[in-house]
């Protein structure tokens, strides 16, 4: 777990370029690549199914992972499945649910023990909830839960008190995840920074810099870690954060990731490419 919870960030001051990513060191090839996806890869949607991933960011991806030998994650907190379903024909390294499920390059899934059955009770509190303010939305992810009040922005505090209460109910083993107008339930001893120092043990990240960019509170942990290893953290959209860089918004994420050159270009490796 890093020191400092993502709650209670402590105020820093970062640089941020006015075209979005001229400051940043230009990419190489070398580096390993951990990128969140919602609000640094895609525009966030109403709600999170609405989501699309265009052919030009399929695209990038696809010629990141050629360029770097593979050496590129998804590290995100949606399910691996919906990683899968918006990048048909790679199979990513991901790790889903913000640190809970990890594919490793190999393909290896590792999901992090835990009860499962024990969130069927929090899932009924929060149905009945959500029946009574249908405005709210509740993502099921099977291993966390997330309460979305991005369309009543009002119900803000009332679905952070709610799933405060629920996480009492369930115990230690699970925690509270706060983001962008969403509360989510989740087991606790994971994250995205956990997610990262496990991809950094294995190949072909191992050995490399590396780099992590992500807009929202569960990426700060993903930032201490890449900062300790002495990496290249970067926080899209402005706030308070511990990422060293910050870039404007998702073009400026996408401008920045195709500025690599593909000096030293690597052959995509076949484990990662699904024929289509
Ligand atoms: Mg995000």
Redesign the pocket.
């Known amino acids: 777990m890093s020191a400092h919870s993502p709650q209670t960030l402590p105020p820093r001051r970062t640089r941020l370029s006015r075209s979005g990513s001229r400051l940043v060191p230009a990419p190489l090839p070398e580096w390993a690549y951990f990128l969140?996806?919602?609000?640094?890869l895609i525009e966030i949607a109403a709600v999170p199914s609405g989501v699309h991933a265009d052919g030009s960011v399929q695209l990038l991806i696809a010629q990141m992972v050629a360029r770097t030998g593979g050496a590129l994650a998804i590290i995100t907190?949606r399910p691996i499945r919906e990683i899968d379903a918006l990048f048909p024909g790679l199979v990513l390294p991901v790790a889903g649910q913000h640190g809970v499920e990890r594919r490793s390059a190999s393909g290896e899934i590792v999901q992090h023990a835990v009860v499962t059955s024990s969130l069927d009770e929090a899932r009924s509190v929060l149905t009945r909830i959500v029946g009574r303010h249908p405005v709210l939305l509740l993502e099921d992810k099977g291993m966390s839960l997330a309460l979305h009040y991005r369309q009543a922005p009002r119900l803000g505090g009332y679905a952070h008190r709610t799933m405060s209460q629920v996480r009492r109910a369930l115990g230690d083993a699970y925690c509270v995840q706060a983001g962008k107008f969403v509360v989510e339930l989740k087991p606790a001893g994971r994250d995205k920074g956990s997610a990262i120092t496990d991809f950094m043990a294995e190949w072909p990240f191992s050995g490399r810099m590396p780099v992590f960019i992500?807009?929202?509170l569960t990426?700060e942990y993903g930032f201490d870690v890449v900062n300790a290893m002495g990496g290249l953290s970067v926080k899209v959209g402005r706030g308070r954060t511990r990422a060293q860089w910050q870039m404007q918004d998702v073009n400026a994420v996408r401008g920045w990731l195709s500025q690599s050159s593909g000096r030293r270009m690597v052959e995509a490796i076949p484990s990662l490419t699904r024929p289509s």
Not at 36 to 40: A, H, I, P
């Open positions: 969140d996806l919602d609000g640094t907190g992500g807009d929202d990426d």
